[in-house]
């Protein structure tokens, strides 16, 4: 009896624990993930890499090849900015400003020569993504994909 | 390196080792102060990241001070010490991706002009913008080398080696250091003058 | 690249930068510079190389301070041996063991909860956009609700 009563204040003490810490720990961090691909009409190819979201694209773009140029991954705080170089003299820059609920509110820019493009501010779902396109690369464009994630 | 932390009496390796042995915290500092320049510039020819060399090179010292009484002086520490920089280089990338260790990304061209703001005393405006250009090019075209080529590059460059002793420490012929060299100097050549 | 000359190579070239030709070939290297402006152009070249990222490294480099250094290693040591005390108090106990794994087992559905929980609707909601491009969609997929902005450069 004295053992299960002690099996079962530690188990209480250690979820109460966990509870009350978390929200110290969490959302501290954002970790943000870009990829950039490349889609265009050429030969079907579908890089591993995009194995998740293919098929979400695929119900959109009549694309038929989309390459992954480059995965980036970036551990952002709150309000800090994220860049990441893109071709054709490009760039996109990403800055979690903070949470609404359980979305993750981001400020996304598309810059090109350092001048802004394109400007956007999402609620993004947490471990969810958003995708951006598309800036005319070589025979099709690109496409951005974005997710990001608050533990 | 600060000379005052160093004694003239401990450079002698052997006495160091000895001492490191016996846990001394001033024989620490001095294999610390003794080698961490020449570590780092090594593993920042690696790595490319000033961050990151230095993580590798606390690793390399904290390492060595925790297996130093393993330490045979078959070899000298110096050749030790570089061995295990260079594998931790190598492993680095490994070990980055298992740690789930996602860095933020500096925005490259503030990064770039941290390196490339300090000037030395030059005169000639002009001469230095040149250099600093000629640096600049040289770095990113470094950067497009494969990192087996690199490697013999950095040692060449910085540690002064022969072929024989770039191939005993990569386990590799002599015959490839040569060409690994040539292949890194051509190819650097050619992106500077295609960048021209 | 081409043949510097007709008489050496790049990779002798750089076999002469690096000593690593024998004293005759050395020599016989050392007299042709004299004549030769593209072979010494080119050892100039790999020369400046070397020193160029010699001296952007030893610049670039960071320091190490070896008592904060001494002192990482002394908290390193100290939690490896608060890991093991506190795994050996957890694996002494029969009851602290059971405890342990419901523990885990709690740890590892919490993560979820936010997938059990979490908001409904579209990957993103676009609260704002601009830009000088004339046609912008916003489109969400029909399986999983994925948001895409698309515009045109044309």
């Given at each position: 009896?004295?053992?299960?009563?002690?099996?079962i204040?530690?188990?209480?003490?250690?979820?109460?624990?966990?509870?009350?810490?978390?929200?110290?720990?969490?959302?501290s961090?954002?970790l943000?993930?870009?990829?950039v691909?490349?889609?265009?009409?050429?030969?079907?190819?579908?890089?591993?890499?995009?194995?998740?979201?293919?098929?979400?694209?695929?119900?959109?773009?009549?694309?038929?090849?989309?390459?992954?140029?480059?995965d980036?991954?970036?551990?952002?705080?709150?309000?800090?900015?994220?860049?990441?170089?893109?071709?054709?003299?490009?760039?996109?820059?990403?800055?979690?400003?903070?949470?609404?609920?359980?979305?993750?509110?981001?400020?996304?820019?598309?810059?090109?020569?350092?001048?802004?493009i394109?400007?956007?501010?999402?609620?993004?779902?947490n471990?969810?993504?958003i995708?951006?396109?598309?800036?005319?690369?070589?025979?099709?464009?690109?496409?951005?994909?974005?997710?990001?994630?608050?533990? | 390196?600060?000379?005052?932390?160093?004694?003239?009496?401990?450079i002698?390796?052997?006495d160091?080792?000895?001492?490191l042995?016996?846990?001394?915290?001033?024989?620490?500092?001095?294999?610390?102060?003794?080698?961490?320049?020449?570590?780092?510039?090594?593993?920042?020819?690696?790595?490319?990241?000033?961050?990151d060399?230095?993580?590798?090179?606390?690793?390399?010292?904290?390492?060595?001070?925790?297996?130093?009484q393993?330490?045979?002086?078959?070899a000298?520490?110096?050749?030790?010490?570089?061995?295990?920089?260079?594998?931790?280089?190598?492993?680095?990338?490994?070990?980055?991706?298992?740690?789930?260790?996602?860095?933020?990304?500096?925005?490259?061209?503030?990064?770039?002009?941290?390196?490339?703001?300090?000037?030395?005393?030059?005169?000639?405006?002009?001469?230095?913008?040149?250099?600093?250009?000629?640096?600049?090019?040289?770095?990113?075209?470094?950067?497009?080398?494969?990192?087996?080529?690199?490697?013999?590059?950095?040692?060449?460059?910085?540690?002064?080696?022969?072929?024989?002793?770039?191939?005993?420490?990569?386990?590799?012929k002599?015959?490839t250091?040569?060409?690994?060299?040539?292949?890194?100097?051509?190819?650097?050549?050619?992106?500077?003058?295609?960048?021209? | 690249?081409?043949?510097p000359?007709?008489?050496?190579?790049?990779?002798?070239?750089?076999?002469?930068?690096?000593?690593?030709?024998?004293?005759?070939?050395?020599?016989a290297?050392a007299?042709?510079?004299i004549?030769?402006?593209?072979?010494?152009?080119?050892?100039?070249?790999?020369?400046s190389?070397?020193?160029?990222?010699?001296d952007h490294?030893?610049?670039?480099?960071?320091?190490?301070?070896?008592?904060?250094?001494?002192?990482?290693?002394?908290?390193?040591?100290?939690?490896?041996?608060f890991?093991?005390?506190?795994?050996?108090?957890?694996?002494?106990?029969?009851?602290?063991?059971?405890?342990?794994i419901?523990?885990?087992?709690?740890?590892?559905?919490?993560?979820?909860?936010?997938?059990?929980?979490?908001?409904t609707?579209?990957?993103?909601?676009?609260?704002?956009v601009?830009?000088?491009?004339?046609?912008?969609?916003?489109?969400?997929?029909?399986?999983e609700?994925?948001?895409?902005?698309?515009f045109?450069?044309?």
């Amino acid at each position: 009896m004295g053992g299960f009563i002690k099996t079962i204040l530690i188990l209480s003490g250690i979820s109460c624990f966990y509870f009350f810490t978390q929200p110290a720990v969490a959302k501290s961090q954002v970790l943000t993930d870009v990829k950039v691909i490349h889609a265009s009409t050429g030969t079907r190819y579908v890089d591993q890499g995009l194995k998740g979201i293919i098929s979400e694209l695929e119900s959109v773009f009549k694309y038929t090849s989309y390459r992954l140029l480059k995965d980036q991954k970036l551990n952002l705080n709150f309000n800090q900015k994220g860049r990441v170089n893109l071709p054709g003299e490009r760039a996109l820059v990403v800055i979690p400003t903070d949470m609404q609920g359980k979305r993750i509110r981001y400020q996304i820019n598309i810059q090109k020569n350092n001048h802004s493009i394109f400007q956007t501010r999402v609620l993004l779902k947490n471990n969810s993504s958003i995708t951006i396109g598309g800036p005319q690369f070589k025979d099709g464009v690109l496409l951005l994909n974005i997710s990001g994630s608050v533990q | 390196m600060n000379n005052q932390e160093l004694n003239p009496e401990i450079i002698n390796e052997q006495d160091l080792v000895e001492r490191l042995k016996k846990g001394q915290q001033w024989a620490f500092n001095t294999l610390v102060n003794t080698y961490q320049e020449r570590l780092l510039k090594i593993a920042y020819g690696i790595t490319l990241n000033r961050e990151d060399s230095m993580e590798v090179v606390q690793d390399v010292f904290i390492t060595v001070f925790k297996n130093i009484q393993t330490f045979r002086q078959d070899a000298s520490l110096a050749t030790w010490l570089r061995k295990i920089t260079i594998n931790q280089c190598l492993n680095w990338k490994r070990k980055w991706k298992r740690r789930f260790r996602w860095n933020h990304e500096s925005i490259d061209s503030e990064n770039d002009k941290d390196l490339f703001k300090e000037s030395k005393k030059n005169d000639d405006p002009e001469m230095l913008y040149h250099e600093k250009q000629m640096e600049k090019k040289l770095m990113g075209a470094i950067k497009t080398l494969p990192e087996k080529i690199r490697l013999v590059l950095v040692l060449n460059a910085f540690e002064g080696l022969s072929y024989e002793e770039i191939a005993k420490t990569l386990n590799i012929k002599r015959g490839t250091v040569s060409s690994r060299l040539h292949f890194a100097r051509k190819n650097l050549i050619a992106l500077l003058e295609l960048s021209d | 690249m081409k043949k510097p000359c007709d008489k050496y190579t790049a990779e002798d070239i750089s076999r002469f930068i690096d000593n690593e030709l024998s004293r005759d070939q050395y020599h016989a290297v050392a007299q042709h510079l004299i004549h030769c402006p593209v072979c010494s152009r080119l050892v100039e070249r790999y020369r400046s190389i070397s020193s160029v990222i010699n001296d952007h490294a030893a610049q670039a480099v960071l320091r190490i301070d070896p008592v904060k250094l001494k002192q990482k290693i002394v908290q390193q040591n100290s939690k490896e041996t608060f890991s093991r005390n506190i795994f050996r108090f957890f694996t002494k106990n029969i009851y602290l063991k059971l405890a342990s794994i419901a523990a885990i087992v709690i740890f590892s559905l919490l993560p979820f909860q936010g997938a059990l929980f979490g908001p409904t609707g579209p990957s993103a909601i676009v609260k704002y956009v601009d830009t000088d491009f004339a046609s912008v969609m916003i489109i969400e997929t029909q399986k999983e609700q994925h948001t895409i902005i698309w515009f045109s450069e044309t």
